[in-house]
């Protein structure tokens, strides 16, 4: 998935949910894709921009890439160009790539205001 998509897909996920109540924060964990932070920081920002995710906190979980040893079934993380082709418990070369692509949103903190609503104000009137 190329990273525009991505934080349109994240945005899409997040304006289904806020009902309108200004975002704060988002956090993500994506799996199985190399992400470049800067980029899905710039992406999103852009994809929020003149929705209530605008503005909002892009928190970024990455979890490393993982290999399943066919021989042995043990998950390794890939922090090396080695753990690609060889299993770091038992050395087999029968090694598989573990992971789907897969994003979550994982959470989304929204402010006390909506949209509609300026921070300046409260039911009450002005603070």
């Known amino acids: 998935m190329h990273e525009m998509g991505l934080c349109e897909a994240i945005v899409d996920a997040v304006l289904q949910r806020a009902e309108g109540r200004r975002v704060r924060s988002v956090r993500v964990r994506v ?3 190399p992400v470049v932070r800067e980029v899905v920081d710039q992406g999103f920002a ?3 921009a003149g929705t ?3 503005g909002a ?3 970024l979980v990455v979890e490393p890439p993982g290999v399943v040893c066919r ?3 043990e ?3 890939v922090t090396s160009a080695r753990a690609l082709v060889a299993c770091p418990r038992c050395g087999s070369l029968d090694v ?3 992971e789907d692509e897969r994003l979550v949103v994982e959470e989304i903190a929204f402010s006390a205001e909506t949209a509609a609503q300026p921070a300046a104000e ?3 009137g002005r603070r």
């Open 31 to 33: 799996a199985g894709h």
């Open 46 to 48: 852009m994809a929020a």
């Open 52 to 54: 209530v995710a605008e």
């Open 57 to 59: 906190e892009l928190e």
């Open 71 to 73: 021989a042995c079934a």
């Open 75 to 77: 998950w390794s993380p």
């Open 96 to 98: 598989a790539s573990a």
């Open 122 to 124: 409260t039911a009450g």
